[in-house]
């Protein structure tokens, strides 16, 4: 499955971005999508992931601040990022997979086999 992300820019710290994804996940009949962020010298880590049913998950460190919404007729996800932090900054990516999961999809990279290119986030202070 190809994904494709957009949505990238520079914002200033407190500011907000809205991230897309979009990609044919109903090649999986259920799915999961999420979110990650790679900055450089560091682990790709989970931003916070939706099932195709709704259920979310976020890492603690965006709790309360990024939103992950699905419009599952355009088979795309969104990731509302508000009151963004330098530290937020990364490159932002998109991942897939096949639902087989009890409840939610994981929080981990290494489940999610299909990803995309990545869209570049910049916040400065």
């Known amino acids: 499955v190809q994904l494709v992300e957009s949505g990238g820019d520079s914002v200033q710290a407190g500011g907000s971005l809205k991230l897309s994804c979009e990609g044919p996940?109903?090649?999986?009949?259920?799915?999961?999508m999420g979110w990650f962020r790679q900055a450089p010298g560091k682990e790709r880590e989970a931003v916070g992931t939706?099932?195709?049913?709704?259920?979310?998950r976020y890492a603690d460190s965006v709790k309360g601040r990024f939103t992950i919404s699905l419009d599952s007729a355009k088979n795309t996800i969104s990731l509302q990022m508000n009151s963004l932090k330098s530290e937020d900054g990364a490159m932002y990516y998109c991942a897939a997979a096949e639902w087989k999961w009890g409840v939610g999809c994981p929080l981990h990279a290494v489940a999610f086999p299909d990803w995309g290119q990545g869209t570049q986030v910049n916040v400065s202070a």
């Open positions: 996940v109903y090649r999986y009949g259920r799915y999961c």
């Open positions: 939706i099932s195709d049913d709704g259920t979310t």
